[in-house]
């Protein structure tokens, strides 16, 4: 049975395997602290009792510690805390923590994934299936989300963590064939300051491949003879097949058909075409890339 009662901060502990999602960012904290102060605290903490007097913080970390915040900067009125007392397990402290963590409204698919694996990792589950039912999602979902950090490159888990890529773009990555270009997409985010719909358009260059390329390759092709220009606007379609892509030559009748392939053969035997195609592998830094043969 749950009972209301305010506890000094002192009396807090909060577990190694407390389920954190969300990094303890000294500006947010600053900000709850200010809305805390003016209207108080307007949800408890939960915690549960664990002997002699001591509890552990089930949910509520950034109230907890806004308030030991107020409790430094405006003395012993903030030194305890309102919280609701229940009693349960560590195994039924993790649980709970997963499911606040899943019906709330503010964490984004990356925080979520990050709450499942943290779960999973405490050893209280037996299977993906264990959780997901706790959650209401599908195991290969939970595998999915938890398989994120041994897909992802470290370097992208760091900038996911602390925000200098949006978590909305973990999509983009996800969907990225490999390492390789996931870590080109971040540099390009990172680089050149991208915004979603660039991101977007960034990630479908790296996963669309087209030749020894991608379809990047077509882009500056393009570039290089106008004619091209009609054909990536309207007759030439690239679709991802997920493993691999397809190129879709569209034509009106049958001497279009003949001006298309020509016009391709023109361009895949100019010289034009052979040197951007070795100066793309060049930037993509692939050695052992096939070079087109000569006229």
């Not at 398989?147 to 602390?162: C, L, Q, V």
């Amino acid at each position: 049975m749950a009972t209301l009662k305010n506890i000094e901060l002192d009396a807090i502990t909060i577990s190694k395997d407390h389920i954190r999602v969300q990094s303890l960012d000294p500006k947010a904290l600053e900000k709850l602290s200010a809305s805390i102060l003016s209207y108080g605290l307007l949800v408890r903490i939960i915690v549960r009792p664990v002997g002699e007097g001591r509890y552990e913080l089930v949910d509520g970390e950034r109230r907890y510690f806004a308030f030991r915040s107020l409790y430094e900067k405006e003395g012993r009125k903030w030194i305890a805390i309102p919280a609701i007392v229940e009693e349960m397990t560590p195994q039924e402290s993790v649980r709970r923590q997963v499911a606040i963590n899943e019906n709330r409204q503010d964490l984004t698919p990356f925080e979520k994934a990050k709450g499942y694996k943290l779960a999973w990792e405490t050893g209280y589950f037996q299977s993906y299936r264990e959780l997901a039912s706790l959650v209401g999602k599908s195991h290969t979902t939970i595998s999915r989300s938890i398989g994120i950090f041994k897909k992802f490159p470290p370097a992208i888990i760091a900038g996911f963590e602390k925000g200098s890529i949006k978590q909305a773009y973990l999509e983009s990555f996800y969907r990225l064939p490999d390492r390789k270009a996931m870590l080109a997409l971040y540099r390009a985010i990172i680089r050149e300051d991208l915004k979603s719909a660039q991101v977007r358009e960034r990630a479908n260059r790296l996963d669309e491949k087209w030749l020894s390329g991608d379809r990047e390759l077509l882009i500056e092709l393009a570039g290089k003879d106008p004619r091209i220009k009609e054909l990536l606007g309207s007759e030439i379609k690239i679709s991802d097949l997920v493993n691999k892509s397809k190129l879709t030559v569209v034509y009106t009748n049958l001497t279009r058909a003949r001006e298309l392939v020509n016009l391709l053969h023109v361009l895949m035997e100019s010289g034009a075409y052979r040197t951007t195609l070795t100066q793309y592998h060049k930037n993509q830094g692939d050695a052992t890339a096939p070079r087109p043969k000569s006229a």
